[in-house]
């Protein structure tokens, strides 16, 4: 039983964080170069959308869960045949949390709620592209960070794969 939790574990680990590097990576990809190419006074309407709308349950597991699903399998794959394995799932899980959730929640959450403070009807549109740019700009650094970290994360959950026994006798 051990084991097959182990597996189970690392097999959700695996989609977990994979889907937040891909969600991150979205938006490296095209999500604020998008954005950009419209007038900055409905770029940050639509963040601001944007921003409500990921707060739904279909992200909640993911962002949220993503690292206990890490440890879970690190603790499942310690007490089975799995020792180095679990090593390396439980660094992709502290990799996750402070790199993609804490980070996330101390810089990028913030100057999100900042922004929806932003009433884009008061502002000229030379204000409002400054307020997008310093936004954008900022928001895309720490945006590539947190991508980055949960690349590295999603590194050590392939890493663990590669190191995991099979199982098989």
Do not use: E, H
């Not at 954005?35 to 739904?56: C, E, G, K, W, Y």
């Not at 879970?72 to 959730?101: D, E, N, P, Q």
């Not at 929806?116 to 900022?138: E, F, G, I, M, N």
Request: net charge neutral; proline share 4%.
């Amino acid at each position: 039983m051990t084991f097959f939790g182990y597996r189970i574990f690392l097999t959700l680990s695996l989609i977990m964080v994979g889907a937040m590097f891909g969600f991150f990576y979205a938006y490296i990809a095209s999500g604020i170069n998008g954005l950009s190419t419209m007038p900055a006074d409905r770029a940050i309407d639509a963040m601001n959308a944007i921003n409500i709308a990921v707060r739904n349950p279909i992200f909640f597991p993911l962002f949220f869960l993503t690292p206990f699903a890490c440890f879970i399998a690190a603790g499942f794959g310690w007490f089975s045949s799995a020792k180095r394995a679990a090593v390396l799932i439980a660094t992709a899980g502290v990799v996750y949390l402070l790199g993609g959730l804490i980070l996330t929640a101390q810089i990028n959450v913030p100057m999100n709620d900042a922004l929806k403070l932003v009433d884009t009807a008061t502002l000229s549109p030379q204000q409002a592209a400054q307020v997008w740019d310093d936004y954008a700009s900022d928001w895309s650094f720490w945006n590539a960070v947190r991508t980055g970290f949960t690349g590295i994360s999603l590194l050590f959950v392939g890493l663990a794969i590669y190191r995991s026994p099979t199982g098989q006798s």
